[in-house]
């Protein structure tokens, strides 16, 4: 009976790739040897690069949204230091009309004394007198010293308020990238410069197509740039490698 033959356009469409082979080469004791490939496992690679790609993606959007927190926290420590400075300010002025008090009061006191030694019959009048101004200059030096104490902390909070808006610039103004190799790259605040991460941050879709020529060879072409650097074929052995970084 002769064989019928049939066109493959004429052939049942398969809808899964499960169980399907297609044709391969492998050396087996020193002799090429024609094997079967599983297409499934082409499918799985296909599956795995969709899935990294969607990771990288999502990546790139958290990536976007830390970039936006650090500009708000830019702004916000900008906003803080200009009020430490103005509170230090206000402090300097303070210190400074302490120290006008204590100068004030230092003078009433050899004024004071002064008087003492000019009145003896006012010695009531003059103890009266030296009491109240050894009260204003105790007062004045208090007045001086917690002036002092505050400038001091507002000077603090000044230097700690910049060195977070420097942080926060210098990671606006760095935000992750993708690096030459494929992967991730973010900023180090330590070293100053951007350092891998080990995360891949691109993918292509892997759609590679088979043909069998006269020589019953079987070829394997792209239709995407990325997928050369993804898939390695072995000609020696026949095996299909799939690099995911």
Not at 35 to 59: G, H, M, Q, R
Not at 126 to 154: G, Q, R
Not at 173 to 197: I, R
Request: glycine share 6%; no cysteine; net charge neutral.
């Amino acid at each position: 009976m002769p064989i019928k033959k049939k066109k493959i356009s004429e052939l049942t469409l398969a809808d899964s790739m499960v169980g399907l082979y297609t044709i391969g080469v492998k050396m087996v004791n020193g002799v090429q040897t024609s094997v079967k490939v599983s297409l499934e496992f082409i499918k799985k690679a296909y599956d795995d690069v969709v899935a990294a790609t969607k990771k990288a993606n999502d990546a790139a959007t958290g990536a976007n949204n830390a970039a936006s927190s650090a500009n708000s926290a830019a702004s916000s420590a900008n906003g803080a230091a200009t009020k430490a400075n103005k509170a230090a300010d206000n402090a300097d002025k303070a210190t400074e009309a302490a120290n006008t008090a204590t100068t004030n009061a230092n003078n009433a006191t050899k004024k004071a004394n002064t008087s003492a030694t000019n009145a003896d019959n006012a010695r009531e009048g003059l103890e009266e007198i030296k009491t109240d101004t050894v009260a204003a200059t105790k007062s004045a030096n208090d007045a001086a010293s917690s002036a002092n104490n505050a400038a001091t902390k507002a000077n603090n909070a000044a230097t700690s308020a910049n060195t977070q808006a420097d942080r926060a610039k210098a990671q606006a103004d760095n935000p992750p990238k993708m690096g030459d190799n494929g992967n991730w790259w973010k900023w180090d605040e330590s070293k100053k410069a951007y350092v891998d991460t080990g995360v891949l941050a691109k993918g292509g879709v892997i759609y590679p197509t088979f043909v069998i020529e006269d020589d019953m060879f079987l070829y394997m072409s792209f239709e995407d740039e990325v997928s050369p650097q993804l898939i390695k074929f072995d000609p020696v052995t026949g095996e299909l490698f799939l690099n995911i970084g």
